[in-house]
């Protein structure tokens, strides 16, 4: 093991797992700064698209949904109902579970966030290549889907949207 004063920075500068870290500051940046006049994070779009999608969606459904802490969640969905984007409804057979549902609003967002999603995500690629890019997104699949398990909150889509019933 190398000792502490001989490690330099081009170690970390070079490690897989800082240049993820950057790369999602980066795209974090890039999304909010396309995305601004909506006043929109990336987790409170992607809970919107899964909201819109699966409308009566829970907030443990959409957690794992999303891939998305559960407890960091409730502070998501109470600044998009803030925002009058989302509502929250009692379920039928249980009045202590809230279901969620996109708002006229909501849904009036996302259609007009969408060119702005687009240009941040080719904004985030545009530096590279086209074979590069497609490299990329290949491996970059690859690698979350074999990593799945070793996240805090790994995705568990088809978990989640079982349990929805086959309605949706």
């Known amino acids: 093991m190398p000792k502490p004063d001989s490690v330099t920075m081009d170690a970390v500068y070079t490690a897989p797992g800082y240049l993820f870290r950057r790369m999602q500051q980066i795209a974090v940046s890039i999304f909010v700064e396309e995305c601004r006049a909506f006043d929109l994070t990336p987790v409170q779009y992607a809970s919107l698209i899964a909201i819109s999608t699966h409308p009566g969606i829970d907030a443990t459904r959409l957690s794992a949904v999303i891939a998305f802490d559960r407890s960091t969640l409730g502070?998501?969905?109470e600044r998009l109902e803030s925002k009058g984007l989302i509502e929250r409804r009692p379920a039928r057979d249980d009045k202590?579970?809230?279901l969620l549902y996109l708002t006229r609003q909501?849904?009036?967002t996302l259609r007009e966030i969408m060119p702005a999603v687009d240009r941040a995500q080719a904004r985030m690629l545009q530096p590279?290549?086209?074979a590069d890019r497609k490299m990329l997104m290949g491996l970059l699949s690859q690698l979350?889907?074999?990593n799945n398990e070793a996240s805090r909150v790994p995705l568990r889509a088809e978990d989640a949207l079982q349990h929805l019933g086959k309605s949706n």
Request: cysteine-free; aromatic content about 0%; charged content about 25%.
């Open 75 to 77: 502070n998501v969905i």
């Open 96 to 98: 202590r579970v809230k």
């Open 106 to 108: 909501g849904g009036g």
């Open 128 to 130: 590279l290549k086209a």
């Open 144 to 146: 979350v889907d074999l």
